[in-house]
């Protein structure tokens, strides 16, 4: 990479972590490019040189949400001694435990998120992302299937579709209507709920406690510029 090059990718994510962090204090609509821009030490123009609008920015932050659940499914996928109604619940825990952490982003920009999944342009790099991440899926739950610890008289793609519906579901109802009490448990419980219909009896018996499965890794936090001054 060129200094140059260099030099706009540092640009860029100075720009997507400035959003990150303005989303997570104040919802998608309220937050502006140009606020954006001056936190990222960058002119406005600058900020539409790397996103041409703020969809185009949050498909972005999408793509990075889809690809550390795709990192999580790829750690699932390695560990090849644990049951999968195991590796289901760690799953469910690992989604919860993120969630809650950032909630006050993913309050800002979860439903964005939750539409650019269903309207996703075909061969972008958010689409392929989501499209490794149900792949992973399908393939964790295959094995699942293969090694008789799951429903085999379900197609995996529906079994997949329920995890994901299931999951996510969940999350924003926590996020947006009912949050009382800890997104954790009720993680928890939905994984119970999700195993009842299509874990096949005693396939985990022995491993009822919840996996962690290694943390993804994640860039350091890049220190901002200042904003810049106007005259």
């Known amino acids: 990479m060129t200094r140059r090059q260099q030099g706009r990718a540092e640009q860029r994510g100075r720009i997507l972590e400035s959003a990150r962090t303005l989303f997570g204090t104040r919802s998608f609509d309220d937050v502006t490019m140009a606020e954006i821009a001056e936190r990222a030490g960058v002119a406005r123009a600058t900020v539409f040189n790397h996103f041409p609008s703020k969809r185009s920015l949050v498909e972005a932050i999408t793509h990075e949400v889809l690809a550390y659940w795709a990192s999580m499914l790829e750690h699932a996928l390695a560990d090849e001694s644990s049951p999968t109604p195991a590796l289901v619940r760690a799953l469910f825990a690992q989604m919860g435990e993120g969630i809650a952490h950032y909630h006050g982003f993913y309050r800002g920009v979860f439903r964005e998120i939750a ?11 958010a689409a392929r992302t989501s499209a490794t991440a149900f792949e992973r899926l399908c393939r964790l739950l295959a094995r699942g299937q293969a090694r008789g610890e799951l429903r085999a008289d379900v197609d995996v793609a529906e079994l997949a ?11 924003n109802q926590w996020l947006f209507g009912d949050h009382s ?5 009720r993680m928890a419980r939905m994984a119970e709920i999700y195993l009842g219909s299509v874990a096949v009896s005693g396939a ?16 350091p936090a890049r220190r901002m510029r200042a904003p810049r001054r106007t005259r």
């Open 161 to 171: 579709s329920g995890f994901d519906s299931l999951a996510n579901g969940t999350i």
């Open 181 to 185: 009490g800890s997104l954790a448990e």
């Open 204 to 219: 985990d018996a022995g491993a009822a406690a919840v996996l962690k499965l290694p943390a993804v890794p994640r860039a």
């Open 115 to 125: 539409r650019l999944r269903l309207g996703l342009e075909e061969g972008s790099q």
